[in-house]
């Protein structure tokens, strides 16, 4: 190092020392200072331009085209900081042999003194700078030779605030970007450097199929698939490549890009491998994709659910129909009908849904007569839960704000486990007598008594781990609800025949007498549909015409009662039901057995309904149904 250069940084030394002893005194609320000549004179700088810069600042604004340079005076304490910016010691500042650290708020930050200037100095104000330019030491000249940029409002932003800034903006870029993929090679077996196994390199390259990567890239299509590959992986996109493409491979790979609406441009056909360019268009198959997987996944849970509620709403009737069978009548119109549950709509009436529980879930609900001590009728909803039975009326306010109105009100409340037993008779009415344990019973007339007796045995096995008892007699009696002095007691039920459907209600005293046409047999049970897979399977029940088979695909046909069967073999055929006529085409001089049925020829206009109905069933079956 020449001689000159070593007595310049010695200077610099000297000033630095001499920076380190200057004091600033305050007067008007502004910085002065007491002695600034000794620290000019090493640095070769004006004392009077020194003293400026130590006590003011220059701060440069730009507003609308136009630039204002503004000189602040500091005070005490901003002296204090600019000077200490020179070259004085501050408590955050500790010095060591070839640098400094500075105590940051996120930590200690070490500095070093080599190439210190160039990567630090843009973090000065611009006035310390500039004074430093005009020092007439060359050595201190020397570190600050960028000329300033006029107009700057902010201060330089520094060198790690410009590594992050950088870095954003090129991560940036790379999420615009095609995501590229790392291929890692195992260089040698050794782990050693500088080894290298050109036999074990080529081997992965080939295996990974490195060569042909860098040339599908190389025309910008980056995914490539076999035919058959492609095929068997989308065929499930279209109905003409599922389940099976029997064309030509490039043609069931067009109707698949077709069928996704993918631009012709995003996709090549090699000889024997299709090529895709984008992975967006890849993504849009996979999705495709997965959306048919998902569709047909739910047509088989439709079927799988469609089919177990069937055979346990086929079970429920079966159920329900064994509660009576050779016990009690049946009516015609209660062997055949839908169970719903829920005839009131509860969930739907908010005046119903406050009485119960929300947790208690509404297996049944109708409306039904409930007799008094009196044998009076009065309307009530009976509603079946999973641990009471609700009997809820109407009730008018007769006082406060809501005087006037109708409000629903629970009658009474039992609980399933006091149930003890219901009554019936023999015959085909509606009535159900509840027993309840230590309390009085309850009179109903249930008109689907069946579903409700059902129901109610269920949820005791379910629930208490018993059936109902049913007890079938035509004259009982039962306790009525004391309701004063004269209130209490017994009444009695008693059944006789007669000749309506419809019973008749005869009220003596405290003897009811009901009056009834006997209905269907007892012994008569609801039509269950029973799948069979040929003629040996089928069900043999009186009244059905044996037949031979016919072809799934034959028209549908009602032929007339003359007409004979059209056979061929190979192929199941359902039963047809046989209504007898008389060959003329009168009707006959009988009635249908056990059923007070009208004669059949006052049937005749339902006997078109009939033929529609029969009509739509072969539709529906892809079998011949007739009526004979």
Same mark, same amino acid.
Request: hydrophobic share 35%.
């Given at each position: 190092m020449a001689e000159e250069t070593q007595m310049d940084i010695l200077s610099v030394v000297a000033a630095i020392l001499h920076m380190g002893n200057i004091s600033f005194v305050e007067q008007n609320n502004a910085a002065t200072i007491s002695d600034a000549a000794f620290p000019c004179l090493p640095l070769g700088i004006d004392e009077q331009k020194l003293g400026q810069k130590l006590t003011s600042r220059v701060f440069d604004s730009k507003w609308e085209g136009k630039s204002e340079r503004v000189d602040v005076t500091l005070n005490l304490e901003q002296a204090q900081f600019a000077r200490d910016a020179w070259f004085g010691s501050n408590p955050h500042y500790q010095p060591f042999n070839h640098g400094f650290t500075i105590k940051h708020y996120a930590g200690n930050v070490s500095y070093h003194v080599e190439n210190f200037c160039e990567k630090n100095r843009d973090v000065l104000f611009t006035d310390?700078?500039?004074v430093m330019q005009g020092s007439t030491n060359t050595f201190i000249r020397s570190l600050f030779p960028d000329v300033l940029q006029k107009g700057s409002k902010t201060r330089p932003t520094?060198?790690?605030t410009k590594i992050r800034t950088q870095a954003n903006e090129l991560v940036t870029t790379l999420m615009k970007c095609v995501p590229h993929y790392i291929r890692c090679i195992k260089p040698n077996e050794t782990k050693k450097p500088h080894d290298w196994d050109d036999q074990m390199v080529k081997h992965q390259v080939e295996y990974l199929g490195l060569k042909e990567n860098i040339k599908v890239k190389r025309a910008g299509f980056a995914y490539r698939r076999p035919y058959q590959k492609f095929l068997h992986r989308y065929a499930i996109l279209t109905k003409e490549t599922w389940p099976a493409w029997y064309g030509e491979p490039t043609e069931g790979i067009n109707v698949i890009m077709r069928s996704v609406n993918m631009d012709p441009a995003q996709y090549q056909i090699g000889r024997s491998k299709i090529f895709v360019k984008d992975p967006e268009s890849l993504y849009? $198959? +996979? +999705?495709? !994709? +997965?959306?048919?997987?998902?569709?047909? %996944? !739910?047509v088989i849970q439709k079927a799988f659910k469609k089919y177990f509620s069937k055979q346990r709403y086929l079970k429920e009737k079966m159920a329900a129909s064994d509660l009576l069978v050779n016990r009690k009548e049946r009516r015609r119109n209660s062997l055949n009908r839908n169970f719903y549950g829920d005839y009131i709509g509860v +969930?739907?009436? /908010?005046? $119903?849904? %406050?009485?119960?529980? !929300?947790?208690?879930?509404?297996? #049944? *609900? $109708?409306t039904v007569d409930k007799f008094d001590r009196r044998f009076k009728k009065t309307k009530r909803d009976l509603i079946l839960t999973k641990s009471h039975l609700y009997l809820i009326g109407r009730m008018q306010v007769k006082k406060g704000p809501e005087k006037g109105q109708i409000k629903d009100v629970i009658k009474r409340k039992i609980d399933l486990e006091n149930i003890s037993q219901a009554t019936l008779s023999t015959y085909q009415d509606d009535l159900v007598l509840i027993h309840v344990r230590n309390d009085y019973e309850s009179l109903l007339e249930i008109r689907f008594k069946t579903e409700f007796l059902m129901v109610l045995n269920n949820k005791l096995k379910e629930r208490h781990n018993r059936e109902l008892p049913l007890n079938f007699i035509n004259s009982f009696d039962f306790r009525v609800k004391k309701t004063g002095w004269g209130g209490g007691g017994t009444r009695r039920v008693r059944f006789t025949d007669g000749t309506t459907d419809e019973p008749l209600f005869a009220s003596s005293g405290s003897t009811l007498s009901v009056k009834i046409a006997h209905g269907l047999s007892s012994t008569s049970r609801a039509p269950v549909e029973v799948p069979f897979q040929g003629p040996q399977d089928r069900p043999k029940t009186p009244g059905l015409a044996a037949v031979s088979p016919r072809p799934r695909a034959s028209r549908t046909t009602i032929s007339p009662p003359s007409a004979q069967p059209v056979t061929s073999p190979g192929f199941p055929r359902p039963p047809v039901a046989r209504m @007898? $006529?008389? /060959?003329?085409?009168? /009707? @006959? *001089? #009988?009635?249908? @057995?056990g059923m007070g049925s009208p004669p059949i020829q006052a049937m005749q206009p339902r006997l078109h309904h009939l033929a529609i109905l029969v009509q739509t069933i072969s539709q529906a079956s892809g079998m011949e149904a007739r009526v004979v």
């Amino acid at each position: 190092m020449a001689e000159e250069t070593q007595m310049d940084i010695l200077s610099v030394v000297a000033a630095i020392l001499h920076m380190g002893n200057i004091s600033f005194v305050e007067q008007n609320n502004a910085a002065t200072i007491s002695d600034a000549a000794f620290p000019c004179l090493p640095l070769g700088i004006d004392e009077q331009k020194l003293g400026q810069k130590l006590t003011s600042r220059v701060f440069d604004s730009k507003w609308e085209g136009k630039s204002e340079r503004v000189d602040v005076t500091l005070n005490l304490e901003q002296a204090q900081f600019a000077r200490d910016a020179w070259f004085g010691s501050n408590p955050h500042y500790q010095p060591f042999n070839h640098g400094f650290t500075i105590k940051h708020y996120a930590g200690n930050v070490s500095y070093h003194v080599e190439n210190f200037c160039e990567k630090n100095r843009d973090v000065l104000f611009t006035d310390i700078i500039e004074v430093m330019q005009g020092s007439t030491n060359t050595f201190i000249r020397s570190l600050f030779p960028d000329v300033l940029q006029k107009g700057s409002k902010t201060r330089p932003t520094t060198a790690g605030t410009k590594i992050r800034t950088q870095a954003n903006e090129l991560v940036t870029t790379l999420m615009k970007c095609v995501p590229h993929y790392i291929r890692c090679i195992k260089p040698n077996e050794t782990k050693k450097p500088h080894d290298w196994d050109d036999q074990m390199v080529k081997h992965q390259v080939e295996y990974l199929g490195l060569k042909e990567n860098i040339k599908v890239k190389r025309a910008g299509f980056a995914y490539r698939r076999p035919y058959q590959k492609f095929l068997h992986r989308y065929a499930i996109l279209t109905k003409e490549t599922w389940p099976a493409w029997y064309g030509e491979p490039t043609e069931g790979i067009n109707v698949i890009m077709r069928s996704v609406n993918m631009d012709p441009a995003q996709y090549q056909i090699g000889r024997s491998k299709i090529f895709v360019k984008d992975p967006e268009s890849l993504y849009m $198959l +996979e +999705e495709s !994709r +997965e959306r048919k997987f998902d569709h047909y %996944a !739910r047509v088989i849970q439709k079927a799988f659910k469609k089919y177990f509620s069937k055979q346990r709403y086929l079970k429920e009737k079966m159920a329900a129909s064994d509660l009576l069978v050779n016990r009690k009548e049946r009516r015609r119109n209660s062997l055949n009908r839908n169970f719903y549950g829920d005839y009131i709509g509860v +969930e739907y009436k /908010p005046g $119903l849904t %406050a009485l119960i529980p !929300r947790r208690d879930k509404v297996e #049944f *609900a $109708l409306t039904v007569d409930k007799f008094d001590r009196r044998f009076k009728k009065t309307k009530r909803d009976l509603i079946l839960t999973k641990s009471h039975l609700y009997l809820i009326g109407r009730m008018q306010v007769k006082k406060g704000p809501e005087k006037g109105q109708i409000k629903d009100v629970i009658k009474r409340k039992i609980d399933l486990e006091n149930i003890s037993q219901a009554t019936l008779s023999t015959y085909q009415d509606d009535l159900v007598l509840i027993h309840v344990r230590n309390d009085y019973e309850s009179l109903l007339e249930i008109r689907f008594k069946t579903e409700f007796l059902m129901v109610l045995n269920n949820k005791l096995k379910e629930r208490h781990n018993r059936e109902l008892p049913l007890n079938f007699i035509n004259s009982f009696d039962f306790r009525v609800k004391k309701t004063g002095w004269g209130g209490g007691g017994t009444r009695r039920v008693r059944f006789t025949d007669g000749t309506t459907d419809e019973p008749l209600f005869a009220s003596s005293g405290s003897t009811l007498s009901v009056k009834i046409a006997h209905g269907l047999s007892s012994t008569s049970r609801a039509p269950v549909e029973v799948p069979f897979q040929g003629p040996q399977d089928r069900p043999k029940t009186p009244g059905l015409a044996a037949v031979s088979p016919r072809p799934r695909a034959s028209r549908t046909t009602i032929s007339p009662p003359s007409a004979q069967p059209v056979t061929s073999p190979g192929f199941p055929r359902p039963p047809v039901a046989r209504m @007898p $006529l008389n /060959p003329g085409g009168g /009707p @006959p *001089a #009988f009635r249908l @057995p056990g059923m007070g049925s009208p004669p059949i020829q006052a049937m005749q206009p339902r006997l078109h309904h009939l033929a529609i109905l029969v009509q739509t069933i072969s539709q529906a079956s892809g079998m011949e149904a007739r009526v004979v």
